[in-house]
T-cell receptor, first 111, second 111 residues
């Protein structure tokens, strides 16, 4: 049931854009996005609750295509502080609130 | 300051020891989670307590046992662990299908 993310890793120069994808083999109820820096706990970025929903804040946004069981995270004009590992998290029901993290995408932004 | 507090931050134990990890939150959240994270891997869900109901990841061995004394406390009892159980153990809480707030984690080493 673990969501699969792509790419596994990406290296950017400061100011470049990136897209991280998250795919599920089973219909998702909601998708979360988190960023984790080395040695720290994951930090929440955003949650998408409906198919077709798009959300964003500052230069980070995301979409959720319920039909394709897919979510994408868009990072525009990347900053050094964006470096870290990005995880999507999937929920498949409204019951136990189990949140299963995806395989992860390591992002490195260089000057 | 994190609103989810985990103790201890570091724990070293032998394979015959019994120890516990503790987690506390004061945000009134009704769901609390234990995740296990190995280096360069995503957090792996172990247990969820949601509205006093326990959900278990069936792949978690019985040498790990959760305890929820009240809605703001979540313990993880450890007994007869193996060296491969060495990892970062993350506690989190949430209210409904909203963001997970993570503690800083407890780094466990089993000798």
């Amino acid at each position: 049931q673990q969501p699969v993310q792509s790419p596994q890793a990406v290296i950017l120069r400061e100011g470049e854009d990136a897209v991280i994808n998250c795919s599920s083999s089973k219909a998702l109820y909601s998708v979360h996005w988190y960023r984790q820096k080395h040695g720290e706990a994951p930090v929440f970025l955003m949650i998408l609750l409906k198919g077709g929903e798009q959300k964003g804040h500052e230069k980070i946004s995301a979409s959720f295509n319920e039909k394709k069981q897919q979510s994408s995270l868009y990072l525009t004009a990347s900053q050094l502080s964006y470096s870290g590992t990005y995880f999507c998290g999937g929920r498949w029901d409204t019951g136990f609130q189990k949140l299963v993290f995806g395989t992860g995408t390591r992002l490195l932004v260089s000057p | 300051d994190t609103e989810v507090t985990q103790t201890p931050k570091h724990l070293v134990m032998g394979m015959t020891n019994k120890k516990s990890l503790k987690c506390e939150q004061h945000m009134g959240h009704r769901a609390m989670y234990w995740y296990k994270q190995k280096a360069k891997k995503p957090p792996e869900l172990m247990f969820v307590y949601s509205y006093e109901k326990l959900s278990i990841n069936e792949s978690v061995p019985s040498r790990f046992s959760p305890e929820c004394p009240n809605s703001s406390l979540l313990n993880l009892h450890l007994h007869a662990l193996q060296p491969e159980d060495s990892a970062l153990y993350l506690c989190a809480s949430s209210q409904g299908d909203t963001e997970l707030f993570f503690g800083e984690g407890s780094r466990l080493t089993v000798l």
